[in-house]
Every structure is written in C-alpha cells, then in structure tokens.
C-alpha cells in the first residue's frame, strides 16, 4: 500500500529535550515536505526537500531540523524544543503531478 | 498578504443542497490548484486538482477556476452529512502554499 507513515503519532515532552520525528514514504518520491497545522494558522510548510541531500526552508522554519540522506526517509529534528512548537506536524510526499500525499500526523505538546 | 485566502467559515448547508467553497490567491504565476478535504483529527487528503480555466468534474464535485480574477472554488452538489468537515485550498506558487480552510457542516 502507497502511503507516508510518520512516528510517533503522538508526544509530549519538555522545554530543552531534542527529540526526532520520523517520516517515510513507499512511493519513490523526490519531494518531501514537513508542515504544522495550528488552529486559526492553517497548515505552513517548515522545511522541503526536493531530492537526497538538497533541503530548503519553508515559511516557518525556525528551531527545526531536517536531513534527507535516502530518498525514502525524511525526518524532523527539533534541537530544543520550545512550548510555541507545540503543533499538530504533517510528513508529505509529492508525486510527479504535484499530488501531496499527507502522513497521519504527530501531535507534538511542549511542556 | 496571504498567498492563499478562505472565508474560515463556518459553512452550514442542509443535506442534498450545494456547498460553495471559494478561495483567492495572490499569485498571478500559480499554476496549479488542489482541493483538499480534512476531517478533524487526520490528515487531509485530496479531493480535485485543476490547472486549466473552467471547471473540471468529478462526481458531486467541481473545481472552477478563474485566472484572471485570482479565484478558485469548489461546489459539492448533493452535499451529504459525511461531507462535513474542514476544506483547504492551496496554490503552487513555487512551493505549495495552503489557505487556512473553511469549515463545512451538512445538516441532516
């Protein structure tokens, strides 16, 4: 089955503690994408990556962390997590028609 | 200003009428523009893309798009109760951007 899965799909944590958020797909994507969806905000891109080792900030990337080293595997690192980061965060591959396939999400809270 | 606008809503239809959702964006350039459907608590998944002027069908629903004035939307005909839920519009202006969404319910 063609899908995006993400890890975990839910955390809490505190202030200060890096902690990684795991993202894959199936389907041989060259563009990944990682999003935070917050009430009111809509969903915003943080980071992109648009193949292996090429990566690029999106419009809220700030205290995050990515690196695309296989195709397959685009993971979220946040070095120091703050209480704004708290978020509903979404993995999503795009395929060559520019369809965005969206991970089930991880809901991320701050303490 | 956004690249991308929707009235939030809430958007309130009886079932078996027409819902309209409609989007604006900033961009002249956007090329391509996608409808997505989002229930509360998961991901959103896609409903149409449409690149073309006019209107493009798929079932219940239709996507129109409107270069010149900047405008998309979508129409669900014969709304349905599991209809309900939250819609995105987003625009590819170089990336993909998304507006915040209008919240549809269906009222049995």
């Known amino acids: 089955e063609a899908q995006v899965t993400q890890n975990p799909r839910y955390l809490i944590t505190v202030t200060g503690k890096k902690l990684t958020v795991t993202c894959s797909q199936n389907?041989?994507?060259?563009?990944m994408s990682w999003y935070r969806q917050d009430p009111g905000l809509g969903l915003r891109q943080i980071y992109y990556?648009?193949?292996?080792?090429?990566?690029d900030k999106g419009d809220v990337p700030e205290g995050y962390k990515v690196s695309r080293k296989e195709k397959r595997n685009f993971p979220l690192i946040l070095e120091s997590p703050s209480p704004n980061q708290t978020s509903l965060y979404f993995c999503?591959?795009?395929?060559?028609?520019?369809?965005?396939?969206f991970g089930p999400g991880t809901r991320l809270l701050v303490l | 200003q956004k690249e991308v606008e929707q009235n939030s809503g809430p958007l309130s239809v009886p079932e078996g009428a027409i819902a309209s959702l409609n989007c604006t964006y900033s961009?002249?350039?956007?090329?391509?523009f996608f409808w997505y459907r989002q229930y509360s608590g998961k991901s959103p998944e896609l409903i149409m893309f449409?690149?073309?002027?006019g209107d493009k069908e798929d079932g219940r629903f239709t996507a129109q798009l409107n270069k010149a004035s900047q405008y998309v939307s979508l129409l669900i005909r014969d709304s349905q109760p599991s209809d309900s839920a939250t819609y995105l519009c987003?625009?590819?202006?170089?990336?993909?951007?998304f507006g915040t969404g209008t919240s549809l319910t269906v009222i049995p």
């Open positions: 999503a591959s795009r395929d060559p028609m520019e369809t965005q396939y």
């Open positions: 389907m041989n994507h060259e563009y």
């Open positions: 990556s648009m193949n292996v080792e090429v990566t």
């Open positions: 961009d002249r350039g956007s090329q391509s």
């Open positions: 449409i690149y073309s002027n």
């Open positions: 987003a625009v590819i202006a170089l990336r993909f951007y």
